[in-house]
C-alpha cells in the first residue's frame, strides 16, 4: 500500500451512487484536493429515509444536503443525475456518453459492496471506460458499507478527522437512519491500526484494472436481482400455504413419494431440509449440492453431479430460479421425477 499521489494536473472525477456516499468513501480525498474534483451522484437518494418521510420529501431534502456539502468544500463542478434510488443496475450504460476523456483519475464505490447500488456504479464506470475506449485513467474502488477485501492507496487523514466527519454530518437526514459518520471514521481508524499506524486515521482504495472485464459483475448484478425475486416468491407461497393449514407432506402423501432427493443447499434447500426432518412420513435421503466439499451443516450425505446418486422416488429442485437447466441435466443422467420447490407450492396454493 502506497500514499496517493495527486500531482497538479489530475482531474479527479468521484462518482458517488447516493448524495452523502462521496464524504463517507472519500471526504479526506474531498477535503484535500476539492478544486481538483468533479462529483457526479447517479440516484436521486429518495430510499435513505425514515418511514414518517415520503421518498418524495427525502429526495428534496438530501438534495439541499448535498448542495450543502458542495458550498462548504467550495466546488463548483458537481452533477446530479437523480436516477430513481435503488434502480442502478437498470441503467449500467447511462454514463456511456459522458465525456470522460477529461479526467485521469476516477474514484468510485466499491464492486463487492452489499449495496446493489454500489456495485453498479462500478460496472456503470466500467462500462463507460470500455464504450469510450479510454484506457489511461486510473479507477479506483473506495470503501462504504465494508473494508474492501484489498487496498492499493491510502491518504492519512491524520488530524483532519473532524473535517470528515462535519462533511457526513452535513447530511443529517441520514445520520438519522443510521450513524455514517461514526461508522466512516471507525472504518478510517480500524484501517490505520491494521497497517500499523496507532492514534491514526486513513481513508483506503484500490486501484482497478481497466482492461478487466465487467461481463461477471453485470450478470451477477442482472443474476442476484431474478434469483431474489424468486426466492422471495416461493418464501411468500411458502407462508401463505401455512397460513392455509396446508403442508408440503401432502404434496408428497398424494403422491406416494417416500424417499426425496433435494438439490441446491441454499436458504430454500436449508429450509425444506429442516421441514422434513421433522417428520417421519418423507425421508430425504441425500442433497445434491455443486458446493458439496463446503457444505458442513448436515447430517444427510451431500453429493454434487458428478457423483454417482442413488434412484429416489423425487428429486426437489429448490434453486428453483435455474430449474430448467438444471431439470434438463438431470434427464441426461437418467432422473425424471423431478419438480421444483415452486411447482410444488404452485399445486397447493
Known sequence: MVELSVNKNDRILIIAPHPDDEC?????????????????????????????????????????????????????????????????????????????????????????????????????VKNALEYQKLQNIEVYQYEINAPLSQVSHFIDIGNNIESKKSLIELHQSQIAVLNYSEMAIYLNKYRAASFGLQNSYIETYLLSAISESTDEYIINIEQKQQKQKHITNVYDMWLTIHINGKSILGYFEKRKIREIAIYGYGSLGKRLYQELTKQQAVKVRYIIDQMAQQKTDCKEKIVSLSENMEKVDCIVVTAVHDYDKIKENLFNLGYFNITSLEKIFDELM
Open 24 to 124: 463517507i468513501g472519500t471526504g479526506a480525498l474531498l477535503k484535500k484536493y476539492s478544486k481538483q474534483c468533479d462529483i457526479w451522484v447517479l440516484t436521486d437518494g429518495s430510499q435513505g429515509r425514515k418511514s414518517e418521510q415520503s421518498p418524495h420529501d427525502i429526495k428534496q431534502i438530501r438534495k439541499q444536503e448535498f448542495l450543502k456539502e458542495m458550498e462548504e468544500l467550495n466546488i463548483v463542478r458537481y452533477r446530479m443525475f437523480d436516477i430513481e434510488d435503488g434502480t442502478l443496475s437498470q441503467y449500467l450504460n447511462c454514463l456511456n456518453n459522458e465525456d470522460l476523456s477529461i479526467y485521469t483519475k476516477i474514484f468510485v464505490t466499491n464492486k463487492n459492496d452489499i449495496h446493489l447500488d454500489h456495485r453498479a456504479a462500478y460496472v456503470i
